[in-house]
Structures are given as structure tokens and as C-alpha cells.
């Protein structure tokens, strides 16, 4: 059974930093392309930033230079460090695997987590 399970939401002051992981289990994701999308109250999910099995990384603008998408290969576990965090960065952040060829195409991603909140006040 494929499971992938984030943790290190939380809540935050403005400015300050969180890292999530997303420990993967059931299966490896070799030349799986992984990513962290997240959903605000009230609006669809969006994509935040995803990572290939090449190391290649994509970020949405708004979290470039803030935000860092990184991957252990050996852990299967994918994380990202989040720093200079705004308040609009509040949201369920999830993470999920698939074989992307458009990293930002949700539908084309198999497999997803339960999600891990993010809370940032102001």
C-alpha cells in the first residue's frame, strides 16, 4: 500500500521559516516527479513546487526565493523549507507523486497525502 504522510505544519509568525516533510512508504518513486501543492480556505489547491528524479526544481512565483523543494532519495522523503513566510502562504499544504510530464497538472499526479496545515499570523 502506497502511502505518503507529511508532517511539520504548524503555526508560524510572519517572517519565520517551517520545513514539511513527506515520508513516502509502499513503493519507491524512481523517475517519479514529486510536489507540494496547497489549498487556502476558500480557494482550489494550487501548485507550489515539484522536483524530478533528475533534481530538476519548479517553484510558482510567488514562493521563488523562499521557498525550497529537495528530495532523499535513499529516505524516500521529500521535503520543503519554507522560509520568510507570509500570510498568505496559510494553507493545507500536500504533497504527491506521479509521472508528471506537466509538473503543475494536478490530475497527472497518482499519488497524495492527507495534508499537514500551515498557519502563518501576521
Known amino acids: 500500500q502506497v502511502q505518503l504522510v507529511e508532517s511539520g505544519g504548524g503555526l508560524v509568525q510572519a517572517g519565520g521559516s517551517l520545513r514539511l516533510s513527506c515520508a513516502a512508504s509502499?513503493?519507491?518513486?524512481?523517475?517519479?516527479?514529486m510536489g507540494w501543492f496547497r489549498q487556502a480556505p476558500g480557494k482550489e489547491r494550487e501548485f507550489v513546487a515539484a522536483?524530478?528524479?533528475?533534481?530538476?526544481?519548479y517553484y510558482t512565483n510567488s514562493v521563488k526565493d523562499r521557498f525550497t523543494i529537495s528530495r532523499d532519495k535513499a529516505k524516500n522523503t521529500l521535503y520543503l523549507q519554507m522560509n520568510s513566510l507570509k500570510y498568505e502562504d496559510t494553507a493545507v499544504y500536500y504533497c504527491?507523486?506521479?509521472?508528471?510530464?506537466?509538473?503543475?497538472?494536478?490530475?497527472?499526479?497518482?499519488?497524495w497525502g492527507q495534508g499537514t496545515q500551515v498557519t502563518v499570523s501576521s
Open positions: 522536483i524530478r528524479w533528475s533534481g530538476s526544481t
Open positions: 509502499g513503493r519507491t518513486f524512481s523517475n517519479y516527479v
Open positions: 504527491a507523486a506521479g509521472r508528471a510530464l506537466r509538473v503543475g497538472d494536478q490530475s497527472l499526479y497518482e499519488y
